[in-house]
């Protein structure tokens, strides 16, 4: 099946500071999502983005599907931006698991004030 | 708009004990998903619904693991007996299409296995 991989692990910024977050998948795929999970374990659907560009405040994301990968921007970064991004990737080729996300293993965001 | 709603919040148990879990997707979403997410991990699909029927099941653990999703709206996923290695967040997500959208998840169930 389809593998996610997600960089960097961790991630320590400073209050207004920019960064990118990268997601490779091994395999095409129709379905690319980000999310947030918050302190208090909630997941934030941030963008449904299987391929182009994509904007939504601080938050920004591309994926060029072709060559297998995502980016998340976040710009000005806040204190509230912390906790965990994941990337899930959705398998094209398996027939009944079309719908199956698989997550990667997410990026730990801290943001210091 | 509501969100997904999931019941309880809490739930500690010990092992070999039975437990079950609640979910009501957001109104008028026909596709429902169940993730497991252990600590430090990304969550893992166990089961998808769309409507009442499952469209994979594959990686739910059927010796102990078991889900419904009557009528096409709340769903309940169960384990008897529980063991240790159960100890996480079961997660309900739903969504408005199947197979590729937006999924949208609720605030999950901690579950504790002693």
């Known amino acids: 099946g389809i593998q996610v991989e997600q960089s960097p692990p961790d991630l320590i910024l400073q209050e207004g500071a920019n960064s990118t977050l990268r997601c490779n998948f091994s395999d095409s795929v129709n379905n690319l999502q980000w999310f947030h999970q918050n302190p208090w374990g909630q997941l934030i659907n941030l963008f449904y983005?299987?391929?182009g560009t994509k904007q939504n405040g601080r938050l920004s994301a591309t994926t060029v599907a072709t060559e297998r990968y995502s980016l998340l921007y976040i710009s000005s970064s806040q204190t509230t931006d912390s906790g965990v991004y994941f990337c899930a990737a959705g398998d094209l080729n398996y027939g009944g698991s079309q719908g199956n996300l698989i997550f990667g293993k997410g990026t730990k965001l801290s943001v210091k004030p | 708009e509501a969100g997904v709603a999931q019941s309880p919040r809490y739930k500690i148990i010990e092992k070999r004990q039975s437990v079950a879990f609640w979910c009501n997707p957001i109104?008028?979403?026909?596709?429902l998903y169940w993730y497991q997410q252990i600590l430090g991990q990304g969550p893992k699909l166990l089961i998808q619904f769309q409507n009442n029927g499952v469209v994979d099941d594959s990686q739910l653990p059927k010796d102990r693991f078991s889900a419904e999703r009557l009528k096409g709206v709340d769903s309940t996923l169960k384990i008897q007996p529980a063991k240790l290695e159960d100890s996480a967040v079961y997660l309900c997500?739903?969504?408005?299409?199947?197979?590729?959208?937006?999924?949208?998840f609720g605030p999950g169930t901690r579950l504790t296995v002693l």
């Open positions: 997500a739903s969504s408005s299409r199947w197979p590729a959208d937006t999924q949208y």
């Open positions: 109104s008028g979403h026909a596709t």
């Open positions: 983005i299987p391929s």
